[in-house]
C-alpha cells in the first residue's frame, strides 16, 4: 500500500504521516531529508530529483512487499500523478492524503516557531509558504484539517477516514486491501 500525503509546509503532514509509519511500521519517504542529504553532497536541486529518487525507493520497497509512507508537500498535479504512477506500475493500492491546518494563526504559528529535526535544513518563512505555489486537488482524497487538533486526534481522524475509504474501495487501485 502506498499512501501518498500532500500538504503545505506547517500543516503538520510530516508529523502525522510519521506516526502512521511508526503505527505501520512502513517505510518513511521523507522529500525534505532525500533532497538535504543532496545539497550536503553538493547536487544542485533545480526541479523534481529529490522526487524522482524517492518515486524509485518507494517502487523498491512497494516492490518487496512493504508499505509506503511518502511524505512530500506534492503541490502539483504532475507529482501527484507520478506518485499515483508508482503504485499503479506494481498494481498496488494508493490512498491520497492531504493534510491542511484551516485555522491561519495557528498554521502561521507552526510556521514560525518550529524546529528542523533534519541538519542545516533551512525552513520556509511564512511569506514563503503562504506565496508558495500550490495547485488544487482534482481527485478525491482524504483530507485531515489538524487545527486545534493533537497528533493523536489528527491520526484517528485519519485511521477513520482510511477505514471509511477501505469500505468503499476495497480491492481498488485507488482504495486499501
Same mark, same amino acid.
Given at each position: 500500500?502506498?499512501?501518498?500525503?500532500?500538504?503545505?509546509?506547517?500543516? &503538520?503532514?510530516?508529523?502525522?504521516?510519521?506516526?502512521?509509519?511508526?503505527?505501520?511500521?512502513?517505510?518513511?519517504?521523507?522529500?525534505?531529508?532525500?533532497?538535504?542529504?543532496?545539497?550536503? /553532497?553538493? @547536487?544542485?536541486? !533545480?526541479?523534481?530529483?529529490?522526487? *524522482? %529518487?524517492?518515486?524509485?525507493?518507494?517502487?523498491?520497497?512497494?516492490? *518487496?512487499?512493504?508499505?509506503?509512507?511518502?511524505?512530500?508537500?506534492?503541490?502539483?498535479?504532475?507529482?501527484?500523478?507520478?506518485? #499515483?504512477?508508482? +503504485? !499503479?506500475?506494481?498494481? %498496488?493500492?494508493?490512498?491520497?492524503?492531504?493534510?491542511?491546518?484551516?485555522? !491561519?494563526?495557528?498554521?502561521?504559528? #507552526?510556521? /514560525?516557531?518550529?524546529?528542523?529535526?533534519?541538519?542545516?535544513? +533551512?525552513?520556509?518563512?511564512?511569506?514563503?509558504?503562504?506565496?508558495?505555489?500550490?495547485?488544487?486537488?482534482?481527485?478525491?482524497? *482524504?483530507?485531515?484539517? /489538524?487545527?486545534?487538533?493533537?497528533?493523536? !486526534?489528527? $491520526?484517528? /481522524?485519519?485511521? +477513520?477516514? $482510511?477505514?471509511?475509504? #477501505?469500505? @468503499?474501495?476495497? &480491492? @481498488? +487501485?485507488?482504495?486499501?486491501?
Amino acid at each position: 500500500m502506498l499512501y501518498i500525503f500532500g500538504g503545505l509546509p506547517g500543516t &503538520g503532514k510530516s508529523t502525522l504521516s510519521a506516526a502512521l509509519a511508526r503505527e505501520l511500521r512502513a517505510t518513511y519517504l521523507r522529500v525534505d531529508v532525500v533532497e538535504q542529504a543532496m545539497r550536503v /553532497t553538493g @547536487s544542485k536541486l !533545480e526541479g523534481p530529483e529529490g522526487y *524522482i %529518487v524517492c518515486y524509485e525507493l518507494a517502487r523498491q520497497n512497494l516492490r *518487496i512487499g512493504l508499505d509506503v509512507i511518502a511524505d512530500t508537500v506534492n503541490p502539483i498535479q504532475i507529482t501527484r500523478q507520478d506518485w #499515483r504512477g508508482v +503504485a !499503479e506500475s506494481l498494481e %498496488v493500492p494508493f490512498v491520497e492524503i492531504e493534510v491542511i491546518c484551516s485555522d !491561519e494563526h495557528e498554521h502561521r504559528h #507552526r510556521v /514560525t516557531t518550529r524546529v528542523t529535526d533534519i541538519s542545516g535544513l +533551512a525552513l520556509p518563512t511564512w511569506d514563503d509558504v503562504k506565496n508558495r505555489y500550490y495547485e488544487v486537488w482534482d481527485r478525491d482524497r *482524504i483530507v485531515i484539517d /489538524t487545527a486545534h487538533q493533537t497528533v493523536e !486526534e489528527s $491520526l484517528m /481522524t485519519l485511521r +477513520a477516514q $482510511l477505514g471509511m475509504k #477501505r469500505a @468503499s474501495d476495497t &480491492g @481498488s +487501485a485507488s482504495g486499501l486491501q
